[in-house]
Nanobody, 123 residues
């Protein structure tokens, strides 16, 4: 069983930065960040599907960075150059195994989910 707790969300102006954290209890393998904006479907943002494979949604490439502190068992998402369209509830997700890149942004790949942290971006 894995429990996830996100933090770090907040309100920023367009162009600003935030760092989201996801503290995991238990052994997690593949981990990812998803987001869901108002009236939108949940979408994958960034994923660490294996120890050496990281993948990003096209909409965030070059602006967001996913990383993990294995000693602390914390997954991070650095958000730079925020745009108003990045505003959403951001969720951390974890799987009990490594997965393939093709499954990185399929919500069904992840058995464990956090409660989410809100990111608001003003113009």
């Amino acid at each position: 069983q894995v429990q996830l707790a996100e933090s770090g969300g907040g309100s920023v102006e367009a162009g600003g930065s935030l760092r989201l954290s996801c503290a995991a209890s238990g052994v997690a393998f593949a981990m990812a960040w998803f987001r869901q904006g108002p009236g939108k479907e949940r979408e994958g943002v960034a994923a660490r599907v294996s120890p050496i494979i990281i993948t990003y949604a096209d909409s965030v490439k070059g602006r967001f960075t996913i990383s993990k502190d294995n000693a602390k068992n914390i997954l991070y998402l650095q958000l730079n150059g925020l745009k108003t369209e990045d505003a959403a509830m951001y969720y951390c997700a974890a799987a009990g195994r490594w997965i393939g890149s093709a499954q990185a942004f399929s919500a069904h790949s992840y058995a464990y989910w956090g409660q989410g942290t809100q990111v608001t971006v003003s113009s």
